[in-house]
């Protein structure tokens, strides 16, 4: 494996010019954990192909002045409306590990959700943030646990929490499973130091009737969690409009439209496809988010266009972070921030308010 | 040809990979008969590429607790709405033969329909069950033998009876010609010694006239049967709903939607796309079963989604018994069985009976 | 470049098969006029994925007592529809050229239309023919050659007349332009010895305002042949309806769908996709034939199904023609009347009246 | 690097041939600048893929006698609606630079626009020319330069004004960044010496809140320009019907449907997707031009069909002048005329007004 760069080379011009680096500075199987999806990967690959399947509608000679990518979600103020999503063991991807992601949100005045599976305490990373955090967990069986770790986390500054409600059990992972992918000795998930777990089969087992399948959360957990915290509670893996509605009713403050990044359910649409039906469901009560296939300026404007109001940035920020650091995840952050200030220019959108359904192409008459 | 494996190396996480090593331990000869399908394949491939067609809808916090995918199917508790589908000549794949996968069905909890073109006799793949076996055969011309085969199937302990009524002749079977397929001397269909066949043609020579064509059973043979057995009667490769009608009038018990793995007919649409139809002219007056391009855990939920009451696996079965034997079988199959319950669990299934269209996605709105 | 074969080896299993070992025997300029089509060959290859975007209704257990493919086109008696279309220069693909055709024609019982740029002279090639035989030919500006091809045409006991009226001028060959193709010395079109030719541009030149364009036959060219001949006039390249329609108003006796092999104009649809506005226009008044495409016995099928009373087949046939000569073309011509055999048995057809839409499958349902 | 030839090989027998002859005697960089397209490059892509799915219909038997091509548009005589369009220094691709391409646009009959990025003086190309030019401007933030370029362009003898409003602010151009492209020395904008240009931040840097953004032009600079030339004004890259209409409002003569051949904003839908709807809306009240994806003469009839009065060629023009100068470029535009009357006389259209959306396929019924 290569090491790090220092800077970054012409060759990198767009997020997706990092995989093919970041490929030769991760261990295989710690990239089969990182990079992979479950099952056929038809769900991550359709993440990525489905934006491309919405051709813009640019309209010409508007005035920019004054324009901005402004906004303010949950009381924080963004430069844009891209968030650094939550990722597990950044330590896999470098050394630095989330001080390194952490660093370059602050550089670029982006918001970082940081996971329950960081390498790092939660307080150390909060502690090297210039910006605002925002921190994701599982609702534990360990309940006792879960109300600590969301205790400690209002104590270390974080702004939200995120709830992942979309993989109660590990999806169909081949890929990790083919690689023999195990945690090398020096990353664990220490915010979990402590924690009890409920008793798994064996490995190749079932999983119905066990204590793991028995003990996850359902609505009720929502409500438990609501009680417990004055933080905005967003539920993240919400797919269906529905959902999404129960989700208010129990009193979410946010909605995270997303597929798990096609890691949990293969064969769930593109999250971009998901989109529109729960935006409208949620019908602006509530501020809803993305993330899943983001690579490009036009990708935000198109999420947008369809009912975000914000998306989150995942395997390509430990694409950069594995290729050059927090120099790495600095620069991709300011390259997509550039790609959507042009999108919003050529589409002419002035400020994030101008960004509709108006802003993709109808189909083509004849 | 590589030897048969002793173990499951990691390599092999999903049915879909049990086929490299199949290759690698089949005849070429034999390969192509056992795998390929009718003419371009056309259908074949289609059995597989429909399913990726079919986007989930994932509902999230539902309660699992006290989950199962049990069923009774004709009288038969099956732990899961999964059956090893009647395929010819398993020693071609394995020594061990239709030994190795009724012990693998035994172990897993699964039934398996044996096919008249077993390489071993009815009576002893019976006398190795440790579960619920199935019978497939064809009304052949002379119906004699095949009331007695019939008698056979009873008196052994089958428990249900599977007419293949799709293929009354050979299909355009293009790539065993390639190969120049024919049995090697100790492989045969031992449970039609002593049948009398109508004379076919010469190779090569056209169909149309001979005693072959004239003599192929019609919707009068089913009613023949119906009087000579008190097994349930299943029809396998119907696909159309007007032909599904049919079948309940002549007394059929059970109907399988299948394409013959697509080694039939070229150009029959994929099985699953066959389905809705046929499941909602049955309208559950009797089980629907199907088969064809099942690979995932997901893809059984698919199937339920869209009326089957099970699904049959044909060719993995056979990658598997290649691969490893009983063990590949059995492995194979709790891998399957695996999925479906973690297709499940995401999709917020707690029973069969929860699993409906709602589980797929609707067409994406903008 | 190989010798043609003396018999047809099991790799030699369908007619789509031939083209492989036709293009090691013949010379690659001659390929490249044979074998390509226009332009960017979207249209040629569009021939070929149309048919497979028509899937099959299988109707089971129907008896085939007395089944037969035989039919009568303008007082023929044809064993199948299935004949050998016109094409050029068999003496390119074949040292025996159109005497191979045709002598495979007789063996099989299949009516072959010969091309009047064949490489021999038309009663030539009748004197060899032990079936029946059409001629084709265009409309040349040279209206006293035409009238007198025609008359040598009934003389050596054709039965029909094929005009070709899609190609008045030459395609964008740019195969051909790009090989360099030219005749070989002892080949050229014996049938037009002592035509007058308007003249045509330098190579590269336009073609607008040139004699040749300004010749070009029009309405009044067929209406002028009705007048001079008794045989049926068959119109071949009629893609629309309003010029099917047209054609019979002007006596012609039956219609050709077809895009010339997609040697013509490129971008013009499928042959088969145009078939059923067309077959639907004519409304049975007159037979409607179809090439194109067709490379298997299930693609015969379609066509039927959808209004074609019989297919033409062509670069099979060169190519089959240059693999092994009459054994060649005989053995191609019975493969492709073995499995049409076998699709009228899967789809439950006993003749070719059973054959109409209801063997398609209807698109999917959810 | 290979030297220009200095004649047309066989192997160039249509436009798309030209490719792969130019990539070898362009500089990698200058290729990337001049061929790539902007992001993702799907846009570029898409502009010829969706040519190919718009059929063609044939009507046969028309007469063709008095056939022509010709057009008047904006008051210039036109051999076929056919020109060149305004692409960035010439010089890049060969020596000769524009002065070989309005050399081969003379020897032709085809206005060429003349880009203000050209390599040469726009006086000097206007020398060198035998036929009408039109010359493309943007609408710079110095105005006064502005007013001064039209003016000579005015005295120069243009004859339109060919005003680009889709490229305010650079594409996304990765292809070119990757490459390290920067003009050489010998090659730059010679128009635009001594214009005033605004700040623009540094590389990598944002573009909202700089001063090149707040200057962009909105329709008030259209009207501005309106008062300043008699010129005819011809809006290039309009795409919007509501822009189009606004662009008549505001006094542009003429509209081109244009997504800049894909090198601004990557995922606007094909330009002759877009044209239906703009030719629509201007209803034939001001003349609507397309360019991208033009390879065919079946590309011009199908622009044609759709609602276009005349078709620009860019990439070939630069791949011709780059492997044959002068010569390369007549060639292309001479054998893309050759297919467009082909394309005219293949489906019975004597005249360009015979050319209507009757000239394209309905979609196939079954």
């Not at 600095?330 to 359904?357: K, N, P, Q, S, Y």
């Amino acid at each position: 494996m290569l090491p790090p760069l220092t800077q970054i080379p012409p060759e990198i011009a767009a997020l997706g010019d990092y995989e093919r680096f970041a490929r030769e500075r991760i261990a295989p199987a710690s990239w089969a954990y990182l990079d992979s999806g479950a099952g056929d990967e038809w769900t991550m690959r359709e993440n990525i192909a489905a934006f491309a399947r919405l051709p813009l509608r640019p309209r010409l000679l508007r005035s920019m002045q004054g324009a901005s990518t402004a906004l303010n979600l949950f009381g924080c103020d963004l430069v844009a409306p891209i968030l650094i999503a939550p990722t597990a063991f950044h330590a896999l991807a470098h050394p630095d590990a989330e001080l390194a992601t952490v660093m370059a949100a602050g550089a670029t005045g982006t918001c970082m959700v940081v996971s329950t599976q960081a390498s790092l305490l939660l307080e150390d990373v909060a502690s090297a943030a210039a910006g605002p955090l925002w921190f994701q967990l599982y609702i534990q069986p360990d309940r006792d646990f879960t109300e600590g770790l969301v205790a400690r986390a209002e104590a270390a500054g974080y702004r939200a929490l995120v709830i992942t409600v979309d993989a109660p059990v590990n999806g169909v992972r081949n890929a990790e499973a083919r690689a023999g992918f195990a945690l090398p000795p020096h990353v664990r998930a220490v915010n979990l130091d402590g924690m009890r777990l409920p008793a798994a089969g064996a490995p190749g087992t079932l999983l119905f009737g066990t204590p793991l399948l028995e003990s996850i959360p359902d609505w009720s957990a929502i409500a438990w969690l609501r009680e417990r915290t004055r933080l905005p509670i967003i539920l993240k893996g919400i797919v269906d409009p529905e959902d999404a509605r129960r989700a208010i009713d129990f009193g979410a403050d946010g909605i995270i439209v997303s597929n798990h990044g096609g890691r949990a359910l293969d064969g769930i649409p593109a999250a971009i496809d998901l989109l529109p039906d729960v935006a409208n469901a949620v019908a602006r009560q509530v501020p809803v988010l993305m993330d899943g296939g983001v690579r490009r300026g036009i990708d935000v404007l198109r999420a947008q266009a369809l009912g975000a109001d914000a998306v989150l940035i995942g395997r390509p920020i430990l694409h950069a972070l594995a290729t050059a650091g927090a120099l790495g995840v600095a620069h991709a952050l300011r390259v997509l921030m550039a790609e959507f200030e042009l999108a919003m220019a050529l589409t002419g959108c002035r400020t994030l308010a101008d960004i509709d359904a108006g802003c993709l192409a109808p189909a083509p008459r004849r």
